[in-house]
């Protein structure tokens, strides 16, 4: 082989390599272009998660606040206290015969009035109740000629002053499940 051929092999296995070098370098170019785009969108879509979480977190907190505003609107219903029985009548006199309740003071007036109405919602719980039987805590309920079966438990009192009732703490609870079962 002659030095001419030799020299012209040499310089086009030169070009060679050096087109595939220039091939791989936009290969690679063309990658990161591709991984600059992969990770824009997934920081897109990591920004509208964290808006949606914020915004469902602020969602719970308005339900929680209305679901509380309601339940306050509930309580100051059925409590009664010295100053609204003293709006609502002009004597003591004339309160206890609206109530038909004997009572030497306000405060008495309202404390026994307060305890009716916590013992109503007991005997109206009795009368829907067809037939309790206890065990355990747990017991059977029948209503409407169906059996349900009930959770029987003891209130301790800081509970008691937020729950005055039953009805309370069963839309508390229900309360609950809706939110868990939404952030589910």
Not at 22 to 41: G, H, M, P, Y
Not at 98 to 110: G, H, I, P, R, V
Not at 158 to 171: R, T
Request: hydrophobic share 35%; net charge neutral; proline share 1%.
């Amino acid at each position: 082989m002659s030095k001419k051929s030799a020299s012209n092999t040499g310089n086009q296995s030169k070009a060679n390599l050096g087109e595939q070098i220039r091939n791989i370098a936009d290969r690679l170019k063309q990658e990161n272009e591709v991984q600059i785009k992969a990770t824009s969108r997934i920081l897109g879509a990591a920004a509208q998660i964290s808006e949606n979480h914020d915004r469902l977190i602020n969602e719970v907190v308005d339900m929680v606040e209305e679901d509380l505003n309601k339940q306050i609107q509930t309580y100051q219903k059925d409590i009664h206290t010295v100053d609204i029985l003293k709006q609502q009548f002009k004597t003591l006199r004339e309160a206890k015969d609206y109530f038909k309740l004997k009572a030497t003071s306000w405060e008495s007036l309202a404390k026994k009035l307060n305890d009716s109405s916590s013992q109503k919602l007991v005997s109206e719980t009795k009368t829907q109740s067809d037939h309790f039987s206890k065990s355990n805590g747990m017991g059977k309920f029948e209503y409407d000629g169906k059996i349900y079966e009930g959770l029987t438990v003891h209130l301790e009192e800081d509970v008691a002053e937020i729950f005055p009732n039953a009805q309370a703490v069963n839309e508390a609870l229900r309360f609950l499940i809706r939110v868990t079962k939404k952030s589910c």
